[in-house]
């Protein structure tokens, strides 16, 4: 069965500081992978997605993501945070197919400190 | 705004009881997905629908249905509802349904007492 895990709970990070949210994922063929970010009392909101091709994938507010097949991870990265990119972020796989199914991780919630 | 408009936004009732939570999904989307997150399940897919007609399920529970109407917009059903139904509900639309794009609406906050 497809899984998702993001080992992080909860991460605190200085704001100008790099950040990287660690996301595995369990599946058996090239999974569709996104990063989703959740800001308070928000629904979710996509950042950026990978299907397939290159493995570095670019996203909005400046986030970006690389596929490592090897390790079966989906790593979000970001070189400088800002204190608006407290949020809470979630990984997810999907199969494609006929339905659009997510399947989330437990998410990672990001403090920013001044 | 990702243009998914979900009501009510808050919902207090007591347990037994029924609600009813809507959603219009962005216009043009054909597909329209409900998620329930609560702090010990975490996101969990409950189902989606395709231009009216039933496409995937996930964990919903017996108690729960779901249907979307010919207007494309949809409404999720909680009957008999137990404490442990507090949760926050989402509805997300997408355009294609083989891509995992999807937009959330803001959600439905449920809160059985």
């Known amino acids: 069965a497809q899984s998702v895990t993001q080992p992080d709970i909860h991460i605190t990070v200085s704001e100008g500081a790099s950040l990287e949210l660690r996301c595995n994922y369990s599946?058996?063929?090239?999974?569709?992978l996104f990063w989703y970010v959740q800001s308070p009392g928000q629904g979710l909101q996509l950042l950026l997605k990978?299907?397939?091709?290159?493995?570095l994938v670019q996203g909005i507010k400046g986030f970006e993501a690389e596929f490592k097949r090897s390790q079966s991870s989906f790593n979000l990265r970001k070189p400088s945070v800002h204190w608006s990119d407290a949020a809470e972020y979630f990984c997810a796989v999907a199969h494609g197919g006929a339905t659009n199914k997510l399947i989330f991780g437990t998410g990672t919630l990001l403090a920013v400190q001044p | 705004d990702s243009g998914v408009t979900q009501t009510p936004k808050h919902l207090i009732t007591a347990t037994g009881q029924r609600v009813t939570l809507r959603c219009s999904p962005r216009s043009g989307d054909l597909s329209v997905y409900w998620y329930q997150q609560s702090l010990d399940q975490g996101l969990q897919f409950l189902i989606h629908y395709y231009n009216g007609e039933e496409r995937a399920k996930g964990n919903i529970l017996e108690r729960f249905s779901a249907q979307q109407f010919p207007d494309l917009h949809s409404e999720l059903n909680l009957s008999s509802l137990e404490l442990g139904d507090s949760a926050l509900y989402f509805c997300a639309s997408s355009a294609t349904v083989n891509t995992g794009e999807l937009f959330f609406g803001e959600g439905s906050r449920l809160t059985v007492l």
């Open positions: 599946y058996g063929a090239t999974p569709y």
């Open positions: 990978y299907f397939s091709g290159d493995t």
